[in-house]
C-alpha cells in the first residue's frame, strides 16, 4: 500500500515568511510524529498525535512552531517567522500498534 | 530519559566484509530498539527492530542485531557488505509504554569495492 508522504520535497523561503509543511500517513495509522534532522542536531522529536487526543507538543523548539491534524488524518506542520536555524529537513511517521513508525521522504525547508 | 550512542559516526567496509554498526543504549528499563536506514535524499527505513522476543533479531537486506543487556548494547551486523548497503545507518530507542523515538547520531557506511 501507499506510505507516509509529504508536501513539499524541498521548500526555500526568505528569512521571516511562515511555511506549512504537509504529512499524509498511512491509511489507518492512528498516531502521526514530526522529527526534525539538522546536522547540528541530528533527529529531534517535533510532535505526537494519536488519535484524538491531545497532542504531545513537548518537542517542539519554540512557540513558532505549531502543527494539526484534521480528521485524524493528515497533518501540517506551519513554523511562522522562519529564520535560519530553522533550516533542516522534517520528517512526518505514523503508525498504528507495535511501535513501528514507518517515516516519509521529508520535507527540506531552506530559510535563506 | 532514554539516551542512545552510535560509536562511530563513519565507517568504512570492503565490498564483502563485515559490517558491524555500535549502538548502545542507556535505560532502567529494557528498552524497544530499531535500527533505520536512510538513503540519501531519502527518509528512514526500518530495518529491524526487538520488542523483548527473541534477543537475535533478523530484519531486511541480510542485516540483524542482537540485543545484550548485560552490555545494553544492539548492534547491527551484516555478513557481507554489497555496495548498495552504503547509506546512514540509525539507532533509536523507545520505551515500554512510550512512543517518542529516540535516535543515536547515525553512522554513516562506506563500502570499497
Known amino acids: 500500500g501507499a506510505g507516509v508522504s509529504q508536501s513539499p520535497s524541498n521548500k526555500v523561503t526568505e528569512k521571516g515568511k511562515d511555511v506549512e509543511l504537509r504529512c499524509d500517513p498511512i491509511?489507518?495509522?492512528?498516531?502521526l510524529y514530526w522529527y526534525r534532522q539538522s546536522l547540528g542536531q541530528g533527529l529531534e522529536f517535533l510532535i505526537y498525535f494519536q488519535g484524538n487526543s491531545a497532542p504531545d507538543k513537548s518537542g517542539l523548539p519554540s512557540d513558532r512552531f505549531s502543527a494539526e491534524r484534521t480528521g485524524g488524518s493528515v497533518s501540517t506542520l506551519t513554523i511562522q517567522r522562519t529564520q535560519q536555524e530553522d533550516s533542516a529537513v522534517y520528517l512526518c511517521a505514523s503508525s498504528s500498534i507495535g511501535y513501528e513508525q514507518y517515516f516519509g521522504p521529508g520535507t527540506r525547508l531552506t530559510v535563506t | 530519559a532514554q539516551s542512545v550512542t552510535q560509536l562511530g559516526s563513519h565507517v568504512s567496509v570492503s565490498e564483502g566484509a563485515l559490517v558491524l554498526l555500535r549502538c548502545n543504549y542507556s535505560?532502567?528499563?529494557?528498552?524497544?530498539l530499531f535500527w533505520y536506514v536512510q538513503y540519501p535524499n531519502q527518509g528512514l527505513q526500518l530495518l529491524l527492530k526487538y520488542t523483548s522476543a527473541a534477543t537475535l533479531v533478523k530484519g531486511i537486506n541480510g542485516f540483524e542485531a542482537e540485543f545484550k543487556k548485560s552490555e545494553t548494547s544492539f548492534h547491527l551486523t551484516k555478513p557481507s557488505a554489497h555496495m548498495s548497503d552504503a547509506a546512514e545507518y540509525f539507532c533509536?530507542?523507545?520505551?515500554?509504554?512510550?512512543?517518542?523515538?529516540?535516535f543515536g547520531k547515525g553512522t554513516k557506511l562506506s563500502v570499497i569495492p
Open positions: 491509511s489507518g495509522h492512528t498516531a
Open positions: 533509536a530507542a523507545t520505551g515500554a509504554g512510550s512512543y517518542q523515538l529516540t
Open positions: 535505560s532502567s528499563v529494557p528498552p524497544y
